[in-house]
């Protein structure tokens, strides 16, 4: 759940929208993890939410989440260059850098939380290979916490106004982000 959960954060502009603000540092240590959106909650209601519906007790939910986000802050380092062996099951910090990175080949890749073993199933799985240029594809060049939380809706905003059609209004809200450049 949390990888699909986290890769339509990837590849659906509005919920990019929200989860831009984890992406938007420069520089990957320790801090990034803790560069949470405000709005985290309506990006991962409506999956775990399904779940509590499907029986699963919120409970286990919040558990499971809660030891998902303890294994999330250390892999935010450059610190930690390989785990050997263990680089084929885990995501690790590694995996992770890849993840933050706004190199070409980096995009969109290495999604999952504690098994990177859903990215090599679904095909998002990358190795780190070459130095990670960290920030985003376009980066806002502001520390205003405000900027960095609003910006991305501000550029929604702008390419709807600007669409000619309501196919177009659409798209630039629910695909992915730069789908028409």
């Known amino acids: 759940v949390y990888y699909w959960s986290h890769r339509l954060q990837h590849e659906s502009r509005v919920m990019w929208a929200i989860h831009v603000v984890h992406h938007s540092s420069e520089r990957y240590n320790l801090s990034t993890a803790l560069r949470q959106p405000w709005a985290d909650s309506l990006g991962i209601f409506p999956p775990y939410g399904i779940m509590s519906l499907f029986g699963v007790r919120p409970a286990h939910i919040e558990t499971a989440r809660q030891l998902n986000l303890i294994y999330q802050f250390w892999i935010h380092t450059d610190a930690i260059r390989s785990l050997g062996p263990l680089e084929e099951v885990f995501n690790t910090a590694s995996h992770h850098r890849v993840h933050h990175g706004r190199n070409q080949r980096y995009i969109d890749r290495n999604h999952g939380s504690i098994l990177i073993l859903w990215d090599r199933l679904f095909g998002t799985f990358e190795r780190e290979d070459e130095r990670v240029v960290y920030g985003l594809t376009t980066n806002i060049d502001t520390f205003n916490p ?19 059609t309501w196919r177009e209004r659409w798209s630039f809200l629910l695909r992915g982000p730069g789908w028409a450049d």
């Open 146 to 164: 405000v900027t960095i939380a609003t910006h991305e809706w501000r550029d929604i905003g702008r390419d709807i106004a600007g669409a000619t």
